[in-house]
């Protein structure tokens, strides 16, 4: 379906731009289309004609082009995603590292077992308190 639609938009792309170069130029700044043109229509019947062409040929043009946004967003092609966390990037920073994870357990009756945390590099130990007395000091006088 889509493609078949493409085809007519591009079949209607090429029909536009065909009927409005063979419009009568208003300005005359080229100096084409200007001259006395003899033939099969004249005047203001061909200037009916192509105007009326152009505009029911732009109709269906912009009618395929809004079909195919609609089948390309349908489709999940037109979707742009972008990370909601990413911060974004600045010339000369480094990026900040995420911090580590904690293991996760397994699903209740799952037969896969716990992932460990994700490799990276882990902050460092922390220094241990020390313990505290574990009997109250009497000060110590001499």
């Known amino acids: 379906m889509q493609t078949v639609l493409l085809v007519i938009h591009l079949m209607l792309a090429i029909a536009l731009i065909g009927t409005v170069l063979l419009q009568k130029s208003e300005g005359g700044a080229l100096g084409m289309g200007g001259g006395g043109m003899s033939g099969f229509m004249t005047g203001r019947s061909t200037a009916n004609l192509l105007t ?29 995603s972008l990370p909601a966390s990413a911060p974004p990037a600045v010339p000369g920073q480094t990026a900040p590292t995420p ?19 994700a490799a990276g590099p882990t902050a460092p130990p922390t220094p241990a308190a020390p313990p505290p007395p574990a009997e109250p000091t009497a000060p110590v006088t001499k």
């Open 52 to 80: 009326r062409t152009t505009a029911i040929i732009a109709g269906l043009f912009f009618l395929t082009s809004v079909l195919l946004v609609v089948l390309a967003t349908h489709r999940g092609e037109g979707t742009l």
């Open 99 to 117: 911090p580590a994870s904690a293991p996760t357990a397994p699903a209740p009756g799952s037969t896969q077992p716990a992932t460990p945390p």
